[in-house]
């Protein structure tokens, strides 16, 4: 089984500037993409920005511009987020998807607080 471990949340006042890292352990082999996404009360979670094994990138429109995606490993990735709006607080999921494989590999999340 994959684990996810997430890390880099808190609280940051708008304007500020954060970054998470995720780091996955176990069954990595074959991992086609890992990406970010966030979740607030009484929402679906959503994609924020994801990147796929041979470096391609995707965001969200929202964050286009202020967030970076970046892989440092195989199976390691960051997500800087710069220039926080309080609209980007949410409970933010690393994720995995694996060549052959269905599911969905999720982290327990980070909180991130974006205060105005």
């Known amino acids: 089984q994959v684990r996810l471990v997430e890390s880099g949340g808190g609280l940051v006042q708008a304007g500020g500037s954060l970054r998470l890292s995720c780091v996955a352990s176990?069954?990595?082999?074959?991992?086609?993409?890992m990406g970010w996404y966030r979740q607030t009360p009484g929402k679906q979670r959503e994609l924020v920005a994801a990147i796929t094994s041979g470096g391609r990138t995707n965001y969200a429109d929202s964050v286009k511009g202020r967030f970076t995606i970046s892989r440092a490993s195989v199976n390691t990735v960051y997500l800087q987020m710069n220039s926080l709006k309080p609209e980007d607080t949410a409970v933010y999921y690393c994720?995995?998807?694996?060549?052959?494989?269905?599911?969905?590999?999720w982290g327990q999340g980070t909180q991130v607080t974006v205060s105005s």
């Open positions: 994720n995995v998807r694996k060549a052959g494989d269905s599911r969905d590999y």
């Open positions: 176990g069954m990595i082999f074959s991992i086609n993409a």
